[in-house]
Nanobody
Framework: VQLQASGGGLVQPGGSLRLSCSAS????????MGWYRQAPGKQRELVGV???????NYADSVKGRFTVSRDNAKNTVYLQMNSLKPEDTAVYYC??????????????WGKGTLVTVSS
């Protein structure tokens, strides 16, 4: 699975941004898709994920502000980010998890897209 993330950029505190992640195959076949981020000097962390049946999970730091959604027809997952804070500044990565068998789970990562929240 190849993933292409886009939509990063510079935004002021309190602003909004939407990231997109396009997959190279039908996301019906992908068990979980979502977003992680890595700020300078920090480890990569979960932002939000969505399963193939639409259930979501978010980091506490973004709950109520960020929303993960999916468009199956476009093979695309989105991350809508509202009320952005300077601490949201990071490189955001798209991830896909495919359960290929009972003993084989594959992780796929896209290239990151930089989000900078600054006035």
């Amino acid at each position: 699975v190849q993933l292409q993330a886009s939509g990063g950029g510079l935004v002021q505190p309190g602003g909004s941004l939407r990231l997109s992640c396009s997959a190279s195959r039908s996301i019906f076949t992908i068990n979980v898709m979502g977003w992680y981020r890595q700020a300078p000097g920090k480890q990569r962390e979960l932002v939000g994920v969505i399963s193939s049946v639409g259930s979501t999970n978010y980091a506490d730091s973004v709950k109520g502000r960020f929303t993960v959604s999916r468009d199956n027809a476009k093979n695309t997952v989105y991350l809508q980010m509202n009320s952005l804070k300077p601490e949201d500044t990071a490189v955001y990565y798209c991830k896909a998890v495919v359960v290929e068998s009972a003993v084989r789970i594959m992780d796929y990562w896209g290239k990151g897209t930089l989000v900078t929240v600054s006035s």
